[in-house]
T-cell receptor, first 111, second 116 residues
Framework: DAKTTQPNSMESNEEEPVHLPCNHSTISGTDYIHWYRQLPSQGPEYVIHGLTSNVNNRMASLAIAEDRKSSTLILHRATLRDAAVYYCILVESGGYQKVTFGTGTKLQVIP | GAGVSQSPRYKVAKRGQDVALRCDPISGHVSLFWYQQALGQGPEFLTYFQNEAQLDKSGLPSDRFFAERPEGSVSTLKIQRTQQEDSAVYLC??????????????FGPGTRLTVL
């Protein structure tokens, strides 16, 4: 499985934008980039996904590098409720897509 | 609406005991996944069901682990003769269709298993 590399932890001030990076230099042409987050004592929840183009939804934006070897999850205004572990995952198209989570980035939001 | 539920939320077992962990997926969801999450780590894949068929059990760590989904809805993960290294959070996720690509996986809150 293609691997992703994320910083172990990041801090952000409340109401400021947060940029969470992910490196995936071995990504294949058919891999989608998914982001999930896990709040304390909860299961992971879907945030956003993309293939080549930047994506926006109500939770976040996903910026994908032109060579697809890296991506950035953007939270436009961090709130205390955004404190979580964020996982960047590569998902192969086709089949049922067994996925591999890494250790993720633990985001701390400072009031 | 109702999400994925898991029971019990917490389970303490003595080493050597058998345990059964239950997952109630979202109604109508075809795919069901089990994951194991050790403290401070990301979830690790255990097994995958499409309806009642177990299509992938490559992540089950030993033959002490067994999962079933006999009617294509509720699933049970059973661990026989529990060991201390089995202590972890066990997560269940369901998805409306087979595959992951375009539809969200919905995770339950997990069952925290502690083996003494």
């Amino acid at each position: 499985d293609a691997k992703t590399t994320q910083p172990n932890s990041m801090e952000s001030n409340e109401e400021e934008p947060v940029h969470l990076p992910c490196n995936h230099s071995t990504i294949s042409g058919t891999d989608y980039i998914h982001w999930y987050r896990q709040l304390p004592s909860q299961g992971p929840e879907y945030v956003i996904h993309g293939l080549t183009s930047n994506v926006n939804n109500r939770m976040a934006s996903l910026a994908i590098a032109e060579d697809r070897k890296s991506s950035t999850l953007i939270l436009h205004r961090a709130t205390l409720r955004d404190a979580a572990v964020y996982y960047c995952i590569l998902v192969e198209s086709g089949g049922y897509q067994k996925v591999t989570f890494g250790t993720g980035t633990k985001l701390q939001v400072i009031p | 609406g109702a999400g994925v539920s898991q029971s019990p939320r917490y389970k303490v077992a003595k080493r050597g005991q058998d345990v059964a962990l239950r997952c109630d997926p979202i109604s109508g969801h075809v795919s069901l996944f089990w994951y194991q999450q050790a403290l401070g780590q990301g979830p690790e894949f255990l097994t995958y069901f499409q309806n009642e068929a177990q299509l992938d059990k490559s992540g089950l760590p030993s033959d002490r682990f067994f999962a079933e989904r006999p009617e294509g809805s509720v699933s049970t993960l059973k661990i026989q003769r529990t060991q201390q290294e089995d202590s972890a959070v066990y997560l269940c996720a369901s998805r409306i269709e087979g595959g992951w690509l375009t539809d969200t996986q919905y995770f339950g809150p997990g069952t925290r298993l502690t083996v003494l």
